[in-house]
């Protein structure tokens, strides 16, 4: 049945009024026909398949699937960080002008949307994962979804990450093999006309964490996310997860 009502109106209707940039079930037999369908690779992002009574934060959160998808898995508290100004991305400066950011001008309402379809008790916080601080409080899980290939300083938001995680964070980017890098940690500065930095190997994500002052860092097997279509942006993924201790 697609009848529910939010905001007064059938929920499909709220649905197609928007561009999706991930596949949510929201129930009721509707699901937005998203960028991004991450439900058949979820296994492969290293998050526990149990977050009870976990405090967690996803950075980057578009449209908010792995936030939901934390609090589906048992989450006391999910935190959804995002930037809603579209000009205040890292853009490279010669692509500003020619972009299209239809997607990032309207991810806050379709967050807001499926919240309500949801009954989500996830909360929104506008904030440069660059601004990450410990007002925020400490969390046990931080997550990061293929935000850093567009961030002109990773290092820099991996090191933020790490000021508020007392358990674990785990980033999934794009990556690339190098083939003559062995385990060398790896980047390549090749895309911005694409808008994407730095696309690092699997070694160079756990570089990236390990410099941020994590532990020890996992290495989880790469794999192919299935994408509709994606750009530029489908297809291998990796995917590391840090301990603080
Ligand atoms: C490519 S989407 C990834 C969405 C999701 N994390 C995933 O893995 O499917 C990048 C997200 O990061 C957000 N973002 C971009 N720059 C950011 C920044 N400096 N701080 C926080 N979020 C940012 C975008 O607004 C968008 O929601």
Redesign the pocket.
Same mark, same amino acid.
């Given at each position: 049945m697609t009848g529910a009502i939010v905001g007064g109106s059938r929920l499909a209707d709220e649905v197609a009024r928007y561009g999706w940039?991930?596949t949510l079930d929201l129930g009721g037999g509707v699901v937005t026909r998203g960028m =991004?369908d991450?439900r058949p690779a979820v296994g492969r992002y290293l998050i526990p398949s149990d977050l009870t009574g976990m405090r967690c934060l996803?950075? $980057?959160?578009?449209?908010g =699937? *792995?936030a939901f998808e934390m609090e589906r898995r048992g989450a006391a508290e999910v935190v959804a #960080? %995002?930037?809603d100004d579209a000009e205040? #991305?890292?853009w490279p400066a010669a692509q500003r002008a020619k972009v299209v950011k239809t997607l990032?001008e309207t991810?806050g309402e379709r967050f807001a949307l499926a919240t309500k379809a949801l009954g989500s008790s996830v909360r929104r916080e506008l904030?440069?994962?660059?601004d990450i601080d410990t007002d925020l409080g400490q969390f046990d899980l931080v997550f990061? $979804? %293929? #935000?850093f290939v567009? #961030?002109k300083d990773p290092a820099t938001?991996a090191e933020r990450m790490r000021a508020v995680c007392r358990g674990s964070a785990v980033v999934?980017n794009p990556v690339k093999r190098f083939w003559f890098a062995g385990r060398k940690p790896m980047a390549e500065l090749d895309g911005i006309d694409e808008f994407q930095w730095w696309v690092t190997n699997s070694a160079g994500l756990q570089r990236l964490l390990l410099a941020a002052g994590f532990a020890r860092v996992e290495v989880g097997r790469e794999f192919e996310l299935p994408a509709t279509s994606g750009g530029p *942006?489908k297809g291998r993924r990796g995917v590391v997860r840090g301990w603080v201790t």
């Open positions: 940039y991930h =991004f991450h996803d950075v $980057g959160t578009m449209d =699937f *792995w #960080l %995002d930037i205040a #991305l890292d990032d991810k904030r440069s994962v660059y990061c $979804g %293929d #935000l567009h #961030l938001a999934a *942006w």
